[in-house]
């Protein structure tokens, strides 16, 4: 195996999380000090476009072509975003960010923010993670301690003030529009696009929203430079990308690997292989709302591109051997997207909840004729006609099973 | 700009939605959850097909070259699966629904021909007991609020749709809970206890928001030989009984099926107007203070009491024209013809929904024109065959320019001629916050001030019926 490549995990292990002093020793805010000292908000753009850094949220959206846009806008006030509403099923590394290195992203939203000439920054961060929001509160605290965040940030002209904002944990708000709208003291409700919120954003102003582990990656950009980053990985999308691999695997956990994995690999060498005596069935990739990869689609690389069979998603690979059951799964997911449904439009506040509801009947052996005609409605309304995303998300695991495993899933119904 | 709707060329302006310019062509587009200048995008029922994708016509905005399609199987199957959906959350028992006939939601599912309901409803009332083993804890709650005297509420036929959440010019409804179990409701579902406007009711798609009444006691009443029943038409109601029934085309036609369903006598509510606006007169010009607020609104009047009980004394203190005429009424009316006050029945055929609460023991009830329709439906009347009337001799109205008083600013403008001041007039909600903050900081010093809750005054009132 080639010397491993690490960008986001590169501190992790090695220095305290709530000591600055540590992630200074290790190199750190170097990037904000090059860029206040010799670069300017272009040049930083330029660097982040040529890097390819796409968006780790699951969207894989060019940043720098989002952060382009926002920066173009002519407004006044601007906001920057941080998107750690991290609420994916089996997905932890924006989580496995902040609780190893949470500097390391402080970093990368200050120089994004500044980027853009935002001089507020939001971090809206998942409010079940508590123990990760102490561990940001005092990290913001020693960055403004350091003059990293403020007025005049390292003497420059540059400011920047920064604001922890915590959600209820709602799935749905991780949604850039109902993000927004969470924040601004609304139901957290997705909002018809366009506008796209790089125009008209967070209280009506240009907003530009990245994921965290999408920020975390700017401070090796700026010092490393775009070419080197997109020498990183697959050309379709550069870099490295935590992977978050969970079930029948003998050593889950989260992995740094460069985009363009196999997902053989992804299991075989990083996850320590399938656990001992058990088969690989199939493996779902980007959380609830992924695809389910075959033993045919193994080989498959794992990047983000629009035309890739199995989109990425979030980064979450769960691993199911055959000892599973399919019932049960099918019951997990929809019961997930039937409680975290925001219940704005109709197909997808009825559809979840009559999927949860069929899949329950499922579960009990008793589906009818009349429930397999729906399924195949149901799928069909929210793969098609829903308001945001969740719809398509929603449908997708379901759908696969079904096309999947179709006689083990009718098996047991009469 | 040009687009090609149905393979036709059709010049659009930039900003304009897709629905508009249908709306705009003729061609009709089935809606549930938009209403004018509102529209959200919830019900997915308005679909239209540009480039293979479905997507919304009422929120997407024309661009240059579009192509759509509004007829296909892929928008039908879209539609028919959304309304089986949402019907599957409706109660769905319309024979008995105060709305039946009326109902957005029946229409559409005749419309879109629905026949078949795959999903088993969980919001009506079950009595097989299969069908109960199925609902299991799938039944969702449904609360009924029937805590007032003008609106009720059930969200066991609600279908979500957001009409009253974005029509309430205060804000009173939003959604709870999440997924599966929304409803809309009040927050912490108090009992309503707002301006009772009656928007929300007028745009109400279903029968889940309804004005209250009894209307079985009514019908009593107006039957009762020994009881007599007394209409009072105001004018406003005139913008839209049509509406609701297309036969009733004029003043006299009106008369003439209130008398058919019962009412011994009908009268013009001018005479009420014209009163009132003496009584406020005078009472302006006895008063001698500025900001003095007209009180004929009662919306407003709870307006202030709710929100801003700083000015409750600048409010005059003269009842509404209905009011005042239910009291001439009993009091002069009956002696004069030797009838016990306690055998009349006042009945005001009004816009107003607000006009319910907090009534005086002379007005009897306050129908809306949704109400008259109801009953007119419920009595069966062949309307074709009744002939025009006129009104009832007594309380003859002198000027009949009294009646723009239903419309915003009138009654101010006619105050300030009498007594020679000037005035100020607002209608809606908006408008009237921001009087009521610049007289709060001392930036408007008027005489008169008019405030009118519903926008363009009562010929818009929440009591109106609406076109469908």
Known sequence: MKKEIKIITKNWGRINPNQIEEYIAAGGYRALRKFVAEMSPQSVLEEIKTSGLCGRGGAGFPTGRKLECVASEKSKEKYFICNLDESEPGTYKDRSIVDNDPHMLLEGIIIGALAVGARKAFIYINGNYQKEIEILERAVEQAQEKDFIGENILGSKYGLEMELFAGAGAYICGEETALINSIEGNRGEPKARPPYPTQCGLFGQPTAINNAETITNIPWIIENGGKAYAKIGSKKSPGTKLFIVNGAVENPDVFEAPLGIKLVDLIGKYAGGIQAGKDFWFAQIGGSSGRLAMEKDLKLKLEYDCEAKIPLGSGAVLVVDKTADIHELLLSWTGFFRRESCGKCVPCREGTFRLWEIAKRLQDGEVSERDVAAIQDILWTLNNTTFCPLGKFAATAFSDALDNFRDEIYKISK | ?468
């Open chain 2, 1 to 468: 700009m040009k687009i090609k709707i149905n393979d036709q060329d059709i010049a659009t302006k930039p900003g304009e939605t897709i629905f508009q310019v249908c709306l705009r062509s003729g061609i009709k587009i089935p809606t549930l959850c938009g209403m004018k200048g509102i529209h959200e995008g919830v019900c997915r029922i308005c679909v239209v097909e540009c480039g293979g994708r479905l997507m919304t016509s009422c929120n997407t905005k024309v661009s240059e070259g579009m192509e759509i399609v509004t007829e296909s199987e892929k928008i039908s199957q879209a539609r028919r699966i959304n309304l089986e959906l949402l019907w599957a959350d409706h109660a769905g028992k319309c024979v008995t629904c105060k709305k039946n006939q009326r109902c957005e939601l029946q229409n559409l599912a005749t419309e879109q021909k629905i026949e078949n309901f795959h999903f088993i409803p969980r919001k009506e009332e079950m009595t097989d007991h299969e069908n109960l083993d199925l609902l299991k804890d799938n039944r969702s709650r449904v609360v009924v609020d029937e805590g007032n005297s003008c609106v009720s509420r059930t969200t066991e036929l609600c279908v979500e749709c957001r009409r009253c959440v974005n029509i309430c010019p205060i804000k009173e409804f939003s959604f709870n809970n999440r997924a599966g179990d929304v409803v809309v409701g009040t927050p912490y579902e108090k009992p309503l206890d707002c301006i009772f406007c009656g928007q929300c009711v007028k745009n109400c798609p279903t029968g889940a928001l309804t004005d209250k009444n009894d209307l079985d006691k009514i019908i009593g009443e107006l039957d009762d030989l020994k009881k007599m029943a007394i209409a009072l038409v105001d004018p406003a109601v005139l913008e839209s009984v049509a509406l609701e029934q297309p036969e009733i085309d004029s003043v006299g036609k009106l008369i003439g099926v209130l008398e058919a369903l019962g009412f011994e006598k009908v009268f013009d509510l001018g005479f009420g107007m014209e009163s009132a606006l003496e009584k406020m007169a005078q009472a302006i010009k006895k008063s001698g203070k500025g900001n003095l607020m007209l009180s004929h609104c009662p919306s407003f009047n709870l307006l202030v009491d709710k929100y801003y009980p700083q000015f409750k004394d600048n409010i005059l203190d003269v009842a509404n024209p209905d009011e005042l005429m239910a009291q001439a009424i009993k009091n002069g009316y009956a002696k004069q013809h030797k009838i016990n006050p306690q055998d009349i029945v006042v009945i005001s055929i009004s816009s107003c929904v607000a006009k319910k609460k907090d009534r005086s023991g002379n007005l009897g009830y306050v129908l809306t024109v949704r109400e008259l329709g109801r009953l007119i439906r419920q009595k069966n009347l062949k309307l074709a065959e009744i002939k025009s009337t006129g009104f009832g001799k007594d309380f003859a109205v002198k000027n009949e320019s009294v009646k723009n008083m239903a419309h915003a600013g009138g009654a101010a403008e006619m105050l300030a001629k009498k007594t020679g001041g000037e005035y100020i007039a607002a209608d809606g909600v908006p408008q009237i916050k921001n009087i009521l903050r610049d007289l709060d900081k001392g930036r408007i010093r008027t005489k008169i001030i008019e405030c009118m809750v519903c926008p363009g005054g009562c010929v818009n009132g929440g009591g109106q019926s609406r076109k469908f």
